[in-house]
């Protein structure tokens, strides 16, 4: 089956720089790949998703970046602010029903 | 109505406890899921409803019953869990080849 490894798994930035979080697939038939923030005591919120005949997809200050060749794909914050703070978690999918998520990466803006 | 709703958002239970959490969408969503996410960990799928029929059971222990009465609703029912069952319930609904929509989650702590 479908594995996915995210790093890092914690990430502290400075408020207004920018942040990186990175996420590997194996399954090569996988063509759907969204990101999720999930706040504390929160369920799990989809921010930006990329479809596999996309290399690149931008909403304002997030942007996530697919390399199939590579079976990578990346989640950019531009900007960062102190509400941004959260955990983020990739996900690959073939089917949209069954999602595979990586384990997730807690992201820390300090002020 | 662009969210799924979900209460209780806490419960508390015996082990000998009969329970149910519940989940409500009302923005057409044909597909609906139940996740159970443990702490500092990804959602982990149990169940998908697809039109109102079960389509997946990630082997999930009977002792957790679901039941999708209908489109818009979607119930699971507990019986004689385990304290290691504790964990954030998540609901969350789909429409075809769209990202999922996560409901807050239900805290269910089983004594």
């Known amino acids: 089956g479908e594995n996915v490894e995210q790093h890092p798994s914690t990430l502290s930035v400075q408020e207004g720089d920018s942040a990186v979080i990175k996420c590997t697939y194996s399954?090569?038939?996988?063509?759907?790949f969204p990101w999720y923030k999930q706040e504390l005591g929160k369920g799990p919120q989809l921010i930006i998703d990329?479809?596999?005949?996309?290399g690149e997809k931008k909403d304002q200050r997030i942007a996530v970046t697919l390399n199939k060749t590579a079976k990578h794909f990346s989640l950019h914050i531009t900007e960062t602010q102190p509400e941004d703070s959260a955990v983020y978690f990739c996900?690959?999918?073939?089917?949209?029903?069954?999602?595979?998520f990586g384990s997730g990466t807690k992201l820390n803006v300090k002020p | 109505d662009t969210e799924v709703t979900q209460t209780p958002k806490h419960l508390v239970m015996g082990m000998t406890n009969k329970k149910s959490l519940k989940c409500e969408q009302h923005?057409?969503?044909?597909?609906m899921y139940w996740y159970k996410q443990k702490a500092k960990k990804p959602p982990e799928l149990m169940f998908v409803?697809?039109?109102?029929?079960?389509?997946i059971n990630e082997s999930v222990p009977s002792r957790f019953s679901p039941e999708c009465p209908n489109s818009s609703l979607l119930n699971l029912h507990l019986h004689a869990l385990q304290p290691e069952d504790s964990a954030l319930y998540l609901c969350?609904?789909?429409?075809?080849?769209?990202?999922?929509?996560f409901g807050p989650g239900t805290r269910l702590t089983v004594l």
């Open positions: 969350a609904s789909s429409q075809d080849r769209t990202g999922k929509i």
């Open positions: 399954d090569s038939a996988s063509n759907y």
């Open positions: 990329i479809r596999s005949n996309v």
């Open positions: 996900a690959a999918s073939t089917n949209f029903n069954k999602f595979y």
């Open positions: 923005m057409g969503h044909r597909a």
């Open positions: 409803y697809s039109y109102e029929k079960l389509s």
